[in-house]
């Protein structure tokens, strides 16, 4: 079956660059869909933050576009979210999913803590 | 920031049926925007629950339920079981300037 798996850093100074990258297996991102990143503060809701289709096509939040990069490699079957100029109030669960309208699978999500 | 708006807490006890409502404006579910509904267990990631206002997905069980109307959506639990105790989301889609999806303020669910 289709599962996601986010990897990186679990901790990033303020004013750096957080990098994560998700991992895709059970389907090939060439396929087609699109593949989002999702973030939730600790004891907070849940934020869409960007997604990307496998062409490179992509859309963000336009509360966050100044500072979000998203990228694709097709040939490793992963897509990969920049955050730049992080603070304190980027320190979240970062999830990612596929999106099919609905984010239908998610992965498992990884905690970012930015702090010095 | 959140554009749709949940009730923070809805309780039952165990059988009873319980309704949480997610409501939107013109931009988003009274624009015919899909609602789409998550459920999340403590310390676990969102898990899709109703998508496309009143489609579950495999595996779901029918005691959940979704419906849309005008500017606002509502999940139903029938049934209420004490593995149902969890926070629930809306999330649908936004064509103003705030986001194109966009999800609910979450309501946590207490099984009493």
């Known amino acids: 079956q289709v599962q996601l798996q986010e990897s990186g850093p679990g901790l990033v100074k303020p004013s750096e660059t957080l990098s994560l990258t998700c991992t895709v297996s059970g389907y090939s991102i060439s396929s087609g869909y699109y593949w989002g990143w999702i973030r939730q503060p600790p004891g907070k809701g849940l934020e869409w933050i960007g997604s990307?289709?496998?062409?490179?096509?992509?859309y963000y939040n336009p509360s966050l576009k100044s500072r979000v990069t998203i990228s694709v490699d097709t040939s490793k079957n992963q897509f990969s979210l920049k955050l730049s100029s992080v603070t304190a109030a980027d320190t979240a669960v970062y999830y990612c999913?596929?999106?099919?309208?609905?984010?239908?699978?998610w992965g498992q999500g990884t905690m970012v803590t930015v702090s010095s | 920031q959140s554009v749709l708006t949940q009730p923070p807490s809805v309780s039952g006890a165990p059988g009873q049926r319980v309704t949480i409502s997610c409501t939107g404006s013109s931009s988003n579910i009274g624009a015919g925007y899909d609602v789409h509904w998550y459920q999340q267990l403590p310390g676990t990631a969102p898990k899709l629950l109703i998508y496309?206002?009143?489609n579950r997905p495999s595996g779901v069980p029918d005691r959940f339920s979704g419906s849309k109307s005008g500017t606002s959506a509502s999940l139903a639990i029938t049934g209420l079981q004490a593995e149902d105790e969890a926070d629930y989301y809306c999330?649908?889609?936004?064509?103003?300037?705030?986001?194109?999806?966009?999800f609910g303020t979450g309501t946590k669910v207490t099984v009493l």
């Open positions: 999913a596929r999106v099919v309208g609905a984010f239908d699978i």
């Open positions: 999330q649908s889609y936004d064509s103003s300037l705030s986001a194109f999806y966009v």
């Open positions: 990307i289709y496998h062409s490179g096509s992509t």
């Open positions: 496309g206002n009143s």
